[in-house]
């Protein structure tokens, strides 16, 4: 079972739903954070972490000397990494998406290679509830799907997966959503909190996943994001005030259910109603 | 000796593009006899990343010894240094005024880009 934690616009608490479900699960856990460009989840569950690996992406070396400037590989580019300018041919590795396609056009033996552009850090370890895997993406690195990637390498389908996914709608977070089980969005009742996550609904509706809503800061903001809920049948699966224990608690980096153990029993009842809600769409038909 | 400018139409009497990967169009201007070329920039308009590059490539094969524009980015600054073409940024008025300019040697050309790359 994989399922993503996402919200259409960052602080919406996304990272307090995770962290809080998968603490609250108590074991067999896999907690997997997507959020590389700002990881997190490790400061509520305190990993300790086992392992830790260099990740790197392909990216194309030119050896001038070899080069006949046939354009071959800057023509097949779709994304502008290598330019020929009169005489010289010039690389912008930050720009590419290692595709390979200029290697394979190349006509002249060797006169591009593979090297390898750091992409950030994949580490790997144990927390209380069971294992935990995160992704730091190296600063002043520009694209975050394939460290996403290979942090999602490490999802084992027979635990419960939990991923907390970067925030936003674009390419990042439908690489940490896609082919997951269930994707629980985390919102709050304001215009921006509704505008954000109508963006993502749609998004997550495209990738077929079955989704359910979690509102926090419920009792703040107004009725648009219930009202948007009833219009697109979106099940609200939990709801969470205001309080100034949590926030608290948040900004301590401590959990929700250490400092309000009555919340354990909440955050359980969540992972049933999803786990209820996937097996209804797998038997959909 | 033939100059780029960027403009946001075809005649040397149109305004400047400020953008250089996302001009509209640029002018090549053959500065013997003012005859204007022009390159349709539209392609590049929608591309979603490395227009700069892209469109720097694309002057540096017309064979321009300068490019005149409102802002050019860091990559596009590399490539068009690399295809021998200077750059002066913060260029305005219409593609005429450019050119007059240019020829009375009040054009600053820059050894530096003037804007980060747009990610
Ligand atoms: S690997 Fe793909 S994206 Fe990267 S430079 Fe080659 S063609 Fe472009
Ligand atoms: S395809 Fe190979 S030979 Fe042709 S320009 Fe590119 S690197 Fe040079």
């Known amino acids: 079972m994989i399922i993503s934690v996402a919200s259409g616009k960052g602080g919406t608490g996304k990272t307090t739903v995770a962290t809080n479900m998968a603490v609250s699960l108590g074991a067999g856990v896999r907690l997997l954070d997507c959020d590389v460009e700002e990881p997190n989840a490790h400061l509520f569950v305190s990993p300790v972490i086992e392992q830790s690996e260099t990740v790197f992406t392909a990216v194309p070396e030119i050896d001038k000397d070899k080069c006949t400037l046939c354009r071959k590989c800057s023509d097949i580019c779709r994304f502008n990494v290598i330019a020929i300018a009169g005489k010289t041919i010039l690389t912008f590795p930050e720009l590419c998406h290692s595709c390979g396609g200029c290697i394979a056009v190349c006509p002249e033996e060797g006169a591009i290679t593979e090297v390898g552009r750091e992409l950030g850090l994949l580490e790997q370890g144990v927390f209380d509830a069971g294992d935990f895997v995160h992704g730091r993406m190296r600063i002043g690195e520009a694209m975050s799907p394939p460290l996403i990637k290979k942090v999602r390498e490490r999802i084992k389908p027979d635990q419960i997966n939990i991923i907390d996914a970067p925030p936003g709608t674009s390419c990042p977070v439908i690489t940490a959503m896609k082919d997951t089980d269930f994707v629980l969005m985390v919102t709050e009742p304001t215009p921006f909190g509704l505008h954000d996550l109508k963006l993502a609904v749609e998004a997550v509706k495209l990738l077929g996943i079955p989704h359910g809503l979690v509102i926090n800061r419920s009792d703040m903001g107004n009725d648009d994001v219930w009202q948007y809920a009833r219009t697109e049948n979106l099940p609200i699966l939990m709801e969470i005030p205001f309080d100034r224990a949590i926030a608290e608690a948040y900004s301590r980096g401590r959990l929700m259910v250490e400092s309000m153990p009555e919340w354990k029993g909440k955050f359980q009842e969540l992972f049933r109603r999803i786990e209820k809600l996937s097996k209804a769409w797998e038997n959909r038909n | ?119």
Request: hydrophobic share 45%; aromatic share 6%.
């Open chain 2, 1 to 119: 000796m033939k100059i780029a400018v960027t403009s946001q139409g075809t005649g040397i009497d149109s305004k400047i593009d400020p953008r250089f990967g996302r001009a509209a169009y640029i002018l090549i201007i053959d500065m013997s006899d003012e005859k204007v070329e022009v390159i349709d920039n539209a392609e590049n308009v929608n591309a979603f990343k490395g227009a700069g590059i892209q469109a720097a490539a694309k002057v540096g094969d017309c064979g321009v010894d300068a490019l005149l524009t409102g802002f050019c980015g860091p990559n596009a600054f590399k490539t068009l240094a690399a295809a021998g073409v200077k750059v002066a940024n913060d260029v305005s008025g219409t593609v005429q005024d450019a050119v007059d300019a240019f020829k009375n040697g009040k054009i600053v050309f820059s050894d530096d880009a003037n804007v980060d790359g747009h990610w």
